[in-house]
């Protein structure tokens, strides 16, 4: 097996599964682009799709749909492309993939401070082709002719408008994409005051207290999954424009400018779309006063992840938190597809997802 092939992460091996780019694997290792050789297939494309992003080792075997002679294992090799990274590869090249300059290969950025310096607006559009930032972002984006492989690229290649905040809509509705972070907790602390209230009707204070703190528990792996199964459900972005539009607006766009001061945190009316379902389920799995004692809880622990996360990016912070402050900042110039946890890397840990500092290792190499 040659070692000169490029490694490739299962999360990018399972992304290639359309008629744009189709990738098999064989023994769960060598990876091929078979997509110049999908009109070719004797079985037609479309046997070929099915298993596109998948292991084909036991379909080339099986004698009642088609074993496939020597021949074709032979053919196979003018369509290798790579090598299925192992856990632990795929571990090393996920958290430190970095090019000759030291550069992060997901984000094009060597460091923490290059998230603030001021982008140079006609460099940037003539190199990438990507969002003129003199101009709305919105209708950009909407009626944009992107792929999906270079919207996920570009939109995590972040920039810096410099003072003030890029044009979102460039309209009457601008205002409303603006957030400033003393929002949140000037108007979710006194409906988290009224819940805790509500749940006093029925129950006493000792049992408030614990039953607010598992609320609070409960927001932080809410604040998890929420980061990375719907912020950054990219692997499962539909192929469409207007899909790619949606992303951007909900969380493509911090990561596109992420030291914007006026969209760290969310507009409250997203807030109530996002948080309607989860005071729904409260109140469908226990009783009306524990449920809005839990509830009020969960919303606490929101109130503090968002100042948190504009704290991170924007404060002088305590030790505990200076820690905290660099782990995000790595998810925003190091690598995005880790580090989820903005409050605590606990269900990083817990999930597989943590990032690992590997400064002194990449040293070394």
């Keep these: 097996m040659s070692t000169s092939l490029p ?22 290792r060598k990876v091929y682009d078979l997509t110049s050789f999908l009109d070719d297939h004797p079985g037609g494309a479309g046997f070929i799709l099915d298993y596109a992003g998948k292991d084909v080792t036991d379909i080339m075997k099986d004698v009642i749909s088609h074993e496939h002679s020597e021949s074709a294992y032979e053919m196979l090799d003018d369509y290798l492309v790579g090598i299925l990274a192992t856990p632990e590869e795929q571990n090393n090249l996920m958290v430190s993939e970095v090019d000759e300059n030291g550069v992060y290969v997901l984000t094009g950025m060597s460091s923490a401070e290059e998230l603030s310096i001021t982008t140079d607006f006609d460099y940037d559009y003539e190199q990438h082709q990507f969002l003129d930032l003199k101009k709305p972002l919105f209708p950009q984006m909407l009626f944009g002719n992107f792929t999906k492989e270079f919207y996920l690229r570009e939109v995590h290649r972040p920039r810096h408008y410099g003072n003030g905040s890029a044009p979102l809509f460039g309209n009457f509705l601008e205002p409303l994409s603006k957030t400033p972070w003393f929002v949140v907790p000037t108007i979710w602390l006194p409906v988290i005051g009224y819940c805790a209230y509500l749940a006093s009707g029925g129950l006493r204070a000792f049992a408030i207290v614990p039953l607010f703190a598992l609320g609070t528990f409960i927001w932080t792996l809410v604040e998890y999954l929420m980061h990375r199964m719907l912020f950054h ?19 493509g766009v911090h990561h596109y400018l992420p030291m914007d001061k006026l969209r760290l945190v969310m507009p409250p009316t997203l807030f109530i779309v996002l948080a309607t379902p989860f005071y729904r389920l409260a109140h469908l799995l226990f009783p009306y006063h524990i449920g809005m004692a839990i509830f009020a809880g969960g919303m606490f622990g929101y109130v503090l992840y968002d100042c948190t996360h504009y704290f991170l990016h924007h404060a002088v912070l305590p030790p505990y938190f200076k820690s905290l402050k660099s782990y995000h900042l790595e998810h925003h110039y190091k690598n995005y597809e880790l580090g989820f946890g903005v409050t605590s890397k606990f269900w990083d840990v817990v999930f597989g997802t943590a990032l690992v500092d590997t400064s002194a290792r990449s040293k070394s190499l």
Excluded: C, W
Aim: aromatic share 12%; no cysteine.
């Design 233 to 251: 459900m990219d692997d499962r972005l539909p192929d469409h424009q207007i899909f790619f539009t949606l992303h951007f607006i909900l969380h």
């Design 7 to 28: 490694l490739i992460t299962v999360a990018d091996f399972e992304k290639h599964n359309t008629k744009k780019s189709a990738y098999i694997s064989l023994h769960g």
